[in-house]
């Protein structure tokens, strides 16, 4: 029986089971006829036109029914499709009804109707002189993108997700997109596997199309990798994860899932090392990084002689009016006698008065004082985020940046020093370390000189890195780096509650006698559902007593949703105090306002700032026709315009893993019960060592208390054991949680990727 092709769209769906995909549904062909089709195909898109494969055969009982044998989206332009793309913000003042006469006078040809005869829109009811001319010349403007675009609309795509897609493929977007929409993944910023799989099945993708399971394996790969800040993954979790994000309807044999694999290891789009599946990306750091570390180590560096470094730190001593502990100076002599060191400690135990030490000793050494010029060419002191090399500067008053920017942080994402460019430096000092992951550790070490000395400074007992990796740990573990850990509170610090605390959370074993001295810990009882009212209380508290809401307090909450979330709470603190309503900006839900605290989400080279960075909106002005903000970013005033929004929230309250690398004077930490996911010692630990002054906890003592007693899970990694050249056989694996939120990686809005949880942070 010969097939046939008909074109049409799906007016209702008379049968649908609920076993499989197997559908009868009424289809409204190009002439406006009805039949009846029936097939295996998941749910179109409403009112868009298919073109559907296959026979007509005579049912015994009900008729004439069109069999499917396959489908795919029509390239004609659909009613829709047209209305949809007409009425866009890209034509300005013509809304939905005025498009909507447009196609029904001049008919689904009315774009080339237009071009080739502008008076036809003479014949459109509603259409003013003014709308017919901008749209004429916008059509003419805009003629080669035309058909993509009302091609991409047709896709049920919003504006912002289209405009992002033709700004990276130009006039071959669409054409791409029903050839494998699987690419935007890795392409383009905002499309995670459930959308582009949505598209896909839309097209006519079959289930086990070997572009759907391949691009299944590897966002699966890099969704495990980021969400766990794993380097890499077990088959086991693999093929388990694959099979969940594919869902039930999919029934993916291992034998198709291995051809699969195949080919992507063929691809170079994944590697396999014993029994790890390594994103290309993540392997390649782990490799690069272990086999730098190994050079710098056996490179013969500056020399000094024991006698000379401890003559040197005397003399320090006695210049400084200090005394350095035993412990303190073994930190010293260790950073200044070996290559590569690490120095850790939790708050109070001196690691801030040993770096000023390291320096001062390193320049009498070299015969030299730290204000020299020459200082500032052979030291480099650096740390991940912007405020913590902004606390280094004030701490050492020797110049420190950010990573990035000592690497020289480009446009295009890349960095001006590197393997091929090397920096310079005799000494670099790296802050905060703890917050390095693989991949930045990678691109500062390998753009070091064999010769340099290397030394971290970081607290093991925070966070871990919010990408990939679990660098200062790993070598903490390694036999390459001499470690120094400083576990002595110093005298100056142990009258402060604050420090203590932190330490009982370490030891698991807080004793709650600790808030009852409410001299600089204070503890209030708070529901979820009331916590806003408690925050507020706080800060009015705070302001009457002469308080500064941007400069002096900071509200740390662990997670973004939820009623005690950081979205819900940062909207209550903007419209109780700053309520300004003449002036603003907005983005999707969120208003900006002049004087609104902001925090920055993403590293930005054109605008030199960080993620993590938190600025206050001076003004609301127009620059060259564009809406504009005015933010000081510690003393520097940046402009921000409609596209630098998207990666811009309130900063009234943020998440601890963005606050890691700031202090702050006063801190507001709610914990609560409806945190659990994300409630363990860890995130505790990071957010009470935020707080130098003050420390106020509102919420549930016993969510408090189970934190502390719940670990954090073990990251997958292997770089210790390549910078050990030991065995990476038996690594111990740690099974993750298989109830993975695949749905949300990736896609458009997400603020970010982070290992611990995907609700916006």
Do not use: W
């Amino acid at each position: 029986m010969e097939k046939e092709v008909i074109v049409g769209y799906i007016s209702n769906y008379i049968y649908t089971s609920n076993d499989s995909l197997y559908k009868v549904c009424r289809l409204v062909t190009q002439d406006d006829d009805e039949i009846i089709i029936v097939g295996n195909f998941p749910r179109l898109e409403d009112g868009l036109n298919y073109e559907f494969v296959g026979v007509m055969k005579e049912h015994p009982k009900y008729g004439e029914q069109f069999f499917v044998e396959s489908y795919a989206k029509s390239q004609s332009f659909t009613k829709e499709g047209l209305i949809h793309y007409l009425s866009s913000e890209k034509f300005h003042g013509i809304g939905p009804k005025l498009a909507s006469n447009i196609v029904k006078e001049l008919g689904l040809d009315c774009i080339n109707i237009i071009l080739d005869n502008p008076d036809e829109l003479d014949k459109v009811y509603g259409l003013t002189k003014g709308k017919k001319e901008i749209l004429i010349e916008t059509l003419k403007n805009n003629y080669a993108s035309e058909q993509v675009f009302i091609r991409l609309y047709g896709f049920g795509l919003t504006s912002k997700m289209i405009h992002r897609l033709y700004e990276y493929y130009g006039d071959k977007a669409a054409n791409i997109i029903e050839e494998n929409p699987y690419c935007l993944i890795s392409d383009v910023e905002g499309f995670g596997f459930k959308k582009c799989d949505a598209l896909a099945i839309n097209l006519g993708f079959l289930l086990d199309d070997p572009r759907r399971i391949c691009a299944a394996i590897t966002y699966t790969l890099t969704f495990i990798c980021y969400q766990y800040g794993y380097t890499f993954v077990t088959k086991e979790q693999l093929v388990n994860s694959v099979k969940n994000l594919l869902g039930e309807e999919s029934v993916v044999s291992n034998e198709v899932l291995d051809k699969c694999i195949d080919k992507l290891v063929s691809d170079n789009k994944l590697i396999i090392e014993a029994d790890r599946y390594f994103e290309p990306n993540l392997y390649r750091s782990e490799i690069k990084l272990s086999e730098k570390l190994i050079k710098l180590n056996q490179t013969t560096g500056e020399k000094y002689a024991d006698d000379k470094i401890k003559e040197a730190l005397d003399f320090v001593e006695a210049n400084m009016s200090i005394s350095y502990t035993p412990l303190q100076k073994e930190a010293i002599i260790n950073a200044l006698s070996h290559k590569l060191s690490i120095i850790t400690g939790g708050p109070g135990t001196g690691k801030s008065t040993i770096l000023n030490g390291i320096l001062n000793i390193y320049a009498r050494v070299n015969n030299m004082s730290v204000v020299d010029d020459k200082m500032q060419y052979k030291v480099l002191l650096v740390a991940p985020t912007g405020r913590a090399a902004k606390r280094m500067m004030e701490i050492t008053r020797f110049k420190a940046s950010t990573i990035h920017k000592a690497l020289g942080y480009t446009y295009d994402g890349g960095f001006e020093f590197n393997d091929a460019h090397l920096l310079t430096y005799s000494l670099v000092v790296i802050d905060e370390a703890s917050m390095v992951d693989i991949e930045l550790a990678c691109k500062l070490f390998t753009a070091l000189p064999n010769t340099s000395r290397v030394i971290m400074v970081g607290d093991a007992n925070q966070l871990p890195s919010v990408g990939p990796g679990n660098v200062l740990h790993d070598l903490m573990k390694s036999k390459l780096f001499k470690t120094t850990i400083l576990n002595q509170i110093m005298r100056q610090a142990s009258d402060s509650n604050i420090v203590s605390l932190s330490h009982m959370v370490l030891s698991e074993s807080i004793q709650y006698n600790i808030f009852s001295s409410r001299k600089d810990i204070f503890y209030y009882n708070y529901e979820a559902k009331n916590i806003a009212d408690g925050i507020c209380k706080m800060l009015d508290n705070f302001i009457s007593s002469g308080g500064d809401l941007f400069s002096d307090i900071q509200i740390l909450i662990p997670m973004y949703a939820g009623v005690a979330g950081i979205d819900a709470i940062n909207a209550i603190i903007q419209e109780k105090y700053n309520p300004e309503t003449e002036k603003f900006i907005k983005r999707d839900e969120l208003f900006f306002k002049k004087n609104d605290k902001v925090l920055q989400l993403k590293n930005d080279s054109e605008l030199d700032i960080m993620n993590g960075d938190i600025g206050k909106i001076l003004d609301i002005t127009t620059i060259n026709d564009k809406d504009a903000l005015l933010i000081d970013f510690d003393g520097r005033v940046v402009t921000y315009y409609a596209k630098n929004l998207e990666n811009l929230k309130l900063g009234y309250a943020i998440s601890i893993h963005k606050s890691q690398g700031s202090e702050f004077k006063n801190v507001i930490m709610p914990i609560l019960p409806s945190y659990q996911i994300m409630l363990k010692k860890k995130i505790i630990y990071t957010g009470i060592t935020r707080a130098k002054e003050k420390l106020i906890i509102l919420g549930k003592l016993e969510s408090l208390d189970k934190a502390i007693h719940t670990p954090d899970y073990q990251r997958q990694t292997t770089l210790y054991q390549r910078v050990d050249n030991d065995s990476i056989i038996d690594i111990g694996i740690r099974i993750f949680d298989s109830s993975i939120p695949f749905d949300t990686f990736g896609e458009y809005d997400m603020e970010g990727i982070t290992p611990y949880t995907f609700m916006n942070d």
